[in-house]
């Protein structure tokens, strides 16, 4: 049941580790709108005041503008919301231009400036939850638990007998089909030599079995690593000592026979 969780704990993780992006986010969001909607209420303000004007229309220029509060609350709607009903408002009861005024708001601050704040905003956010190290250790016991059930799939795929050892001959068979050596590369198996790959599956009695599959497989993961690469070499290196060590003695030895034997006279 803890794994049901784990997804819970997840966007926790997340939510806490972007709550500084968040702050800075909002607050460049807020002086944007602040400014934006003082301008707007100073502009406003001489239609709404002139009593030349129908009343109607004031009052509702006013319920959106007339102050620096209303002002704000409208620029928020129409920053991350419905922004059609206060551009018609003021084209129709005070001018058509603030239609130019609404585009190019929207153009710039509703779609550029907000959509890269999200962008960094949800960047940041698993930039962060990334290096957390419990996340970390879940998502690489995911990743591990889904590779080691790709693999025992992948066995009874190979498994045409349905016995639990995979022969040669099956091996063989079943490589021949497209999806099988797809299905290989997409664990990250090279199938390229069909018996070479089966004797490294393999312990050495000519058949493989479930859990010697997935521990031979699993080693065969991907390229070589630093260590296994370390490992062969320092192998190599000792192995050459023995052959040296071997053909020196055995020059030692040939030396010692062929050498001359002195018979007192």
């Known amino acids: 049941w803890v794994s049901v969780f784990d997804p819970l704990h997840l ?53 959106s503008w007339g102050t620096f509060s209303r002002a704000s609350v409208t620029m928020f709607e129409i920053t991350l919301a419905n922004w059609g009903p206060h551009c018609r408002l003021l084209m129709n009861y005070v001018n058509e231009w603030w239609a130019l005024f609404f ?15 999200t962008s960094v905003f949800i960047q940041q956010t698993f930039k962060v939850a990334a290096r957390d190290e419990e996340v970390m ?8 638990k889904a590779y080691m059930h790709n693999l025992s799939h992948l066995f009874e795929v190979l498994d045409k007998s349905g016995d639990g050892v995979i022969t040669l001959d099956e091996f063989q068979s079943v490589l021949k089909d497209r999806r099988v050596k797809t299905w290989f590369a997409a664990v990250d198996i090279d199938v ?55 053909s020196r003695q055995m020059k030692t030895s040939q030396t010692s026979q062929t050498l001359p034997l002195h018979v007192p006279v």
């Open 137 to 144: 250790i879940t998502e690489k016991k995911a990743a591990a």
């Open 11 to 63: 966007m926790v993780k997340s939510i806490k580790a972007s709550l500084t992006v968040l702050a800075w986010s909002l607050i460049l969001l807020v002086l944007i709108i602040a400014v934006i909607s003082m301008f707007s209420t100073q502009v406003l303000a001489s239609f709404i005041k002139d009593t030349e004007n129908d009343l109607d229309r004031r009052m509702a220029v006013f319920e």
């Open 192 to 246: 390229q030599e069909v018996e070479s790959l089966f004797d490294l599956l393999d312990d050495g009695d000519g058949m493989i079995m479930r859990d010697e599959f997935i521990r031979a497989a699993n080693g065969l993961k991907g390229t070589a690593k630093g260590t296994d690469m370390l490992h062969l070499l320092r192998e190599t290196r000792k192995l050459a000592k023995m052959v040296t060590a071997m």
């Open 103 to 117: 585009l190019s708001y929207k153009l710039s601050i509703g779609f550029a400036v907000v959509q890269v704040i």
